[in-house]
Nanobody
Framework: QVQLVESGGGLAQPGGSLRLSCIAS????????MGWARQAPGKGLEWVSG????????YYADSVKGRFTVSRDNTKNTLYLRMNSLKPEDTALYYC?????????????????WGQGTQVTVSS
């Protein structure tokens, strides 16, 4: 069965950095696009980023563009999200997601499996 396990969350100061990881199993990782979404306290699920199965293209929400970078290592079945210049409004539970196809565009509707999430808190 599909499993997605996120890690790397924690407490960061404003302006700081974190790198999230997501280890995938139960499917052929290199055949599927992947993505990240987040949910802040009291808010709905927000799409953050998506990346093609090949890693050749990626998309970002306007709120994180220029600060976050998504990448993947298909030899390790692992998805990453590098987060720089963190802001308090980045505080959220971050989820890794598997897409239905090799390619994705912006938006949350491309995904069919989700991990349990890793908490990111940005505070001084």
């Amino acid at each position: 069965q599909v499993q997605l396990v996120e890690s790397g969350g924690g407490l960061a100061q404003p302006g700081g950095s974190l790198r999230l990881s997501c280890i995938a199993s139960g499917f052929t990782f290199s055949n599927y696009a992947m993505g990240w979404a987040r949910q802040a306290p009291g808010k709905g699920l927000e799409w953050v980023s998506g990346i093609y199965s090949s890693g050749s293209a990626a998309y970002y929400a306007d709120s994180v563009k220029g600060r976050f970078t998504v990448s993947r290592d298909n030899t390790k079945n692992t998805l990453y999200l590098r987060m720089n210049s963190l802001k308090p409004e980045d505080t959220a539970l971050y989820y890794c997601a598997k897409a239905r196809d090799r390619v994705v565009g912006p938006g949350i509707h491309h995904y069919d499996f989700w991990g349990q999430g890793t908490q990111v808190t940005v505070s001084s």
